[in-house]
């Protein structure tokens, strides 16, 4: 199918319509006489090359015997060359799990025994010591542990209070979600 300029023109001033049949018409012998589909957005306007070439693959537009334009390789054909198959020469992969060496742990750190110089209050914090509390905040001998912490800006405990807090938290204690919204004042909300 040949295209005159009088329809390519008509094409061109239906743009803002959408795919009209005349736009389909021209789009077809221009996408098949060898014009890329980038060229063929442009030439009729109003669309972009990824809107032609879903147009043309989904209405089975395209001619076989399409030419092609300057300058394609086989690839651009869409015809793909036949992939080698792979050969393993390896057997069966084994994974193993290699044990970690874990650093020793901390000393143990009874929180009355820690040193009156170490331990700081609220308005003593900052983010270079351990913040663990130690004791009922409401009591005066409420203190947190102030020992140097890890270089970690996100762990706010010393190695110690940071395993205390794992183990803590490692599943002998849980909180039920549920437990929150049902819950008198001063209820516990954690599983022992």
């Given at each position: ?36 589909a ?31 334009p ?16 792979r ?9 193993v ?69 794992r ?23 954690w599983?022992?």
């Open positions: 199918m040949s295209i005159d300029y009088l329809q390519l023109s008509q094409a061109q001033a239906e743009a803002g319509r959408g795919w009209t049949e005349t736009r389909i018409s021209v789009a077809r012998a221009l996408y098949n006489s060898g014009k890329s980038a060229q063929v957005a442009q030439l009729i306007g109003g669309v972009s090359r990824n809107a032609v070439i879903g147009k043309i693959h989904r209405d089975a537009l395209s001619d076989p015997q399409r030419k092609l300057h300058g394609s390789t086989d690839q651009a054909k869409g015809m793909r060359q036949p992939r080698k198959p050969v393993r020469a390896r057997g069966p992969i084994i994974r799990k290699t044990p970690l060496k874990e650093a020793p742990p901390p000393p143990s750190v009874i929180d009355q025994q820690i040193p009156a110089e170490q331990r700081r209050t609220l308005a003593t914090l900052d983010n270079a010591c351990c913040h663990w509390p130690v004791g009922d905040p409401q009591s005066p001998e409420f203190f947190f542990c102030g020992a140097p912490k890890t270089d970690d800006p996100d762990v706010p405990y010393c190695p110690t209070h940071q395993r205390r807090s183990d803590q938290a490692g599943g002998r204690r849980r909180m039920n979600p549920g437990a929150f919204a049902s819950a008198d004042p001063g209820a516990n909300w599983h022992r």
